[in-house]
């Protein structure tokens, strides 16, 4: 066993790339010095830095104190009233920015829509004024299940508006899971669609409503945006189409001021470790994350056309897709679809179309562009692209070289943001105008995040020294509790290393100070007594020419503890490797990162299980793996027939 527990790091990676004077020239933060002094004010001097900051946003009335309270029950800007709404839309109808575009909508089947901030600001005062025509008042929660249609931000700015609490949930979940969050929020009202269109089909959500009701008894009315057309069913006095609703409103709504703490939103997270927790939000510390964070991180400019790809179902979408970059007056681009509809070019397509130049995705789909090829974005002028940024999962070294030279052109800074439903806004990555990046690193801490990488009994390790990523200090944007149960809270983020938060991350630093995120530590391996990052077996495989991609975990061995057991998916078609290239893949490992990350079985899969917003669930391949009946959380799985046939197979 190696001492305290530390994961053992076996990654080889020294490629390093520095941002082009030109970029630097131009950015928020444009230097190394000016990085270091902001980082050194928030450490030292937190209350200062972020009470200065804080001018940054539009307040109601001023707050008394900037920080109150020790971890976990620290407070914001007390004292302080603001509403995000108006933030985010109001504060830029006074300049011509009132013309500007907000979003810039493309349905699945092509239908496309432009929204000013003036439009937005009509739309969401009406649908504010409907919410409280229909009951909802300040501190209600609203349940949003909607596909990505402009309605979705209308619908939660219009809860900020009014001080509603929205809990969003993706469109792309079942009836039980609705109605399990729904319940656990004690949700007043729904607003959904008729239907989202995915990959050429229409997804049902106004049934799946109708199903969760059954289960779910405190929601008292729903309202339904007319998306797809398609047939559904509508309860007198509890069903109400949105176009109805804003048929004859009152477009003047004005905006509630609430108190800085007053909670913005519920997120149920990822669910990629077990059932999912509703994360909460308030609203000053999160506003102010969200804000900066954009424009440091994202280097976001007036002129910009600011695409992140994520549903706004997931926090990556609250946050920077809709609360982040419209307080920062943005252009923000919202696709409703698939990646690959009609075909296997539409991102690129969008991109050449709007004329993209900030682009923030997931490394699932990056692996899924490899594995549709290169044509796809060769055929398109992407020259339009400044800044690349990457956030979800660690994206393995690989994948990130293909970004840089494939959708990059070698020209734009890549940003690998590390964060979490939790901590609300970005707190690790590259500052594209400063940092010199490493491929599979989220190098350095952004200021006023305070990271170290600890023991399991919590003292500092060395560089190079694998362990628990924590963070000492507040920060503004961070989760205050899991709703409705404060103990869990305290519980899963702050038992685990004394004074610290700790959400389940394991990672290292290297000897330039840069962090390393090798995953979450419930994933390590543990072989004859060396803990070992499952994500760095797993960039190595990918780094093999025919693998698309790879999902490493342990299984019980009589000899090692933990055997190392490879779920592989090849890029071409035929899913079924042969026994040559298996032996291949071992050996490629073995030469890569030693022989003490050795396969023992490498199993080829057509798809890996993957949470909905396209995580690889470990925890459901540890159970095949090992050959045990599972009894674990699903609701959050993508697609339940991949484990079936992973399950045969494992018959066969
Ligand atoms: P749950 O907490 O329910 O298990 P989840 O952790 O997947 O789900 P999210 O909050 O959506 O839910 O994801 C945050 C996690 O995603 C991080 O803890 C980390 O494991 C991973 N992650 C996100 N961005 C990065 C990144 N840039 N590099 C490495 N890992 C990342
Ligand atoms: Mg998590």
Known sequence: ?????????????????????????????????????????????????????????????PWKEVISGEMPETRWFTGGQINA??????????????????ILWEGEPGDTRVLTYNDLHREVSKFANVLKKLGVTTGDRVTLYMPMIPELAIAMLACARIGATHSIIFGGFSADAVADRNNDAQAKIIVTADGGW???????????????????????????????????HMQTDRDYWWHDLMS????????????SEHPLFILYTSGSTGKPKGVLHTTAGYLLGTTMTSRWVFDLKEEDTYWCTADIGWITGHSYVVYGPLSNGST??????????????????????YRVSIFYTAPTAIRAFIKWGDHWPQSRDLSSLRLLGSVGEPINPEAWMWYHRTIGQERCPIVDTWWQTETGAIM??????????????????????????????????????????????????????????????????????????????????????DIWVMGRVDDVLNVSGHRLSTMEVESSLVAHPAVAEAAVV???????????????TLKTADSEGSDSLTAELIQHVRKQIGALATPDKIRYTAALPKTRSGKIMRRLLRDIAAGRESVQDTTTLEDLSILAKLRDSDDA
Request: glycine share 8%.
């Open 248 to 259: 004859d409103v009152d477009p003047h709504c004005d905006v509630v001021p609430v108190d």
């Open 85 to 102: 709404c108006e933030n985010c839309v109001d504060r830029h109808l006074t300049s011509w920015r009132r013309n500007k575009a907000a």
């Open 1 to 61: 066993m190696t001492n305290s527990g530390s994961i053992q790091s076996t990654l080889q990676e020294t490629r390093k790339f520095l941002p082009s004077r030109e970029f630097s020239a131009q950015a928020h933060i444009a230097s190394e010095e000016q990085y270091q002094s902001m980082w050194q004010k928030a450490k030292d001097d937190p209350a200062g830095f972020w009470g200065e900051l804080s001018q940054e946003l539009q307040w109601i009335t």
């Open 554 to 568: 342990g299984f019980p061995h009589d000899l090692k503890g933990e055997g190392i057991c490879c779920f592989v």
């Open 332 to 353: 923000v681009v919202m696709y409703e679809g698939a990646p690959n509809w009609p075909d296997e070019g539409r991102f690129w397509e969008i991109i050449e179309k």
């Open 428 to 513: 690790i990555s590259p500052l594209p105008g400063v940092s010199a990046t490493k491929p599979g690193s989220c190098t350095r801490p952004l200021p006023g995040v305070v990271p170290e990488i600890v023991s399991k009994e919590g003292t500092p390790l060395e560089a190079n020294e694998g362990g628990l990523l924590v963070m000492k200090q507040p920060w503004p944007s961070m989760l205050r509790t899991l709703y409705g149960d404060h103990e869990r809270f305290k519980q899963t983020y702050f038992s685990t290393i004394e004074g610290a938060y700790f959400a389940g991350d394991g990672a290292r630093r290297d000897a330039d100070g």
């Open 198 to 232: 995915r990959r050429g089909k229409e997804v049902p959500l106004k049934s799946a409503v109708d199903e969760s009701l059954t289960k779910s008894h405190t929601v008292q009315k729903v309202v339904v945006v007319r998306r797809t057309g398609q047939q559904v």
